[in-house]
């Protein structure tokens, strides 16, 4: 198994049509790595890595690939800077060329 590297920012797009695919009556059951990863355009090892790291994080239950929303949703409203600007919102660490 891979090392926990943290989320990456299309582990989100990954969970979030994970729940457009569930309000368009699409089976969890029928739901699966190479249909996330064809509709996506990632490839399947990868969907395999994001839902990983998303179950690692609590955000999905992967046994039957349900999105925990209440979590998610926090993490949209407070984690999600540190995802995909890597934690420097703000900050001065920021290298600007002249």
């Given at each position: 198994?891979?090392?926990?590297?943290?989320?990456?920012?299309?582990?989100?797009v990954v969970l979030l049509k994970i729940i457009s695919l569930?309000?368009?009556?699409?089976?969890?059951?029928g739901l699966t790595n190479k249909a996330l990863a064809e509709s996506l355009k990632i490839s399947p090892a990868e969907i395999t890595h994001s839902l990983n790291r998303s179950?690692?994080?609590?955000?999905?239950?992967?046994?039957?690939?349900r999105v925990n929303r209440h979590a998610l949703l926090d993490f949209l409203k407070h984690g999600i800077?540190?995802?995909?600007?890597?934690?420097?919102?703000g900050s001065s660490s920021i290298l600007v060329k002249d």
């Open positions: 198994m891979r090392n926990h590297n943290g989320m990456r920012p299309h582990d989100v569930n309000k368009e009556g699409i089976e969890k059951r179950a690692f994080a609590g955000l999905l239950e992967p046994l039957n690939k800077k540190y995802v995909v600007c890597g934690g420097v919102i």
